[in-house]
């Protein structure tokens, strides 16, 4: 089955500094690569996602990467701010949502 | 638009009791998953209900099981609980058009001792 892979596990950037986080995953069947932020004590929230049909999405100060060839994906965050503080998880889905493989996290720390 | 809500917030059974958690799916939207998060882990994937039948199923135990309810709300039951079943239980569902777009509830804190 698909196994996904995250690193780092943690990330300290100063505010204004970007901040990436990159995954690997095994099936080349999947085609579905979302990002989740997690804050304490809430549900994981989907900030991007990108499919397999398409190399990079960028929304704001948020952008997600994907190289087919490798099995890799990344998030990208430029000029942090205090309150993009949180636990983020990329993802991987196979043909469709019925098994969504996670990663196991990463804690990214802004500090102001 | 209401967004997925879960209740109960925190729970605490013993080990061996049963335990059912419930969520609302958000407006519109008719495919519910659930999935298990242990402490520090990414979620894992438990299984998914679309048309008030289980459509998928990650590496669970049968004690594991579902309903979803024509209104596609949809309940999570966990029987002989475990102490390793404590975790958040997260409900997230999606739209018919995007099914891979899942959208989470806050959670269920679920304490076995």
């Known amino acids: 089955g698909e196994n996904v892979e995250q690193h780092p596990s943690t990330l300290s950037v100063q505010e204004g500094d970007s901040a990436v986080i990159k995954c690997t995953y095994s099936?080349?069947?999947?085609?579905?690569f979302p990002w989740y932020k997690q804050e304490l004590g809430k549900g994981p929230q989907l900030i991007i996602d990108?499919?397999?049909?398409?190399g990079e999405k960028k929304d704001q100060r948020i952008a997600v990467t994907l190289n087919k060839t490798a099995k890799h994906f990344s998030l990208h965050i430029t000029e942090t701010q205090p309150e993009d503080s949180a636990v983020y998880f990329c993802?991987?889905?196979?043909?469709?949502?019925?098994?969504?493989?996670f990663g196991a996290g990463t804690r990214l720390t802004v500090k102001p | 638009e209401t967004g997925v809500t879960q209740s109960p917030t925190h729970l605490i059974k013993t080990r061996g009791q049963q335990v059912t958690l419930r969520c609302s799916s958000q407006?519109?939207?008719?495919?519910v998953s659930w999935y298990q998060q242990a402490l520090g882990q990414g979620p894992q994937f438990i299984f998914q209900?679309?048309?008030?039948?289980?459509?998928g199923r990650g590496n669970f135990p049968p004690r594991f099981s579902g309903l979803q309810f024509p209104n596609y709300s949809s309940e999570l039951n966990v029987n002989a609980l475990e102490l390793d079943d404590s975790a958040l239980y997260l409900c997230?569902?999606?739209?018919?058009?995007?099914?891979?777009?899942?959208?989470f509830g806050p959670g269920t804190r679920l304490t076995v001792t």
């Open positions: 209900y679309y048309r008030e039948e289980e459509n």
């Open positions: 993802a991987a889905s196979i043909r469709n949502n019925n098994d969504m493989r």
């Open positions: 099936d080349s069947a999947s085609n579905y």
């Open positions: 997230a569902s999606s739209r018919p058009e995007t099914l891979v777009e899942q959208y």
């Open positions: 990108i499919r397999s049909n398409v």
């Open positions: 407006s519109g939207h008719n495919t």
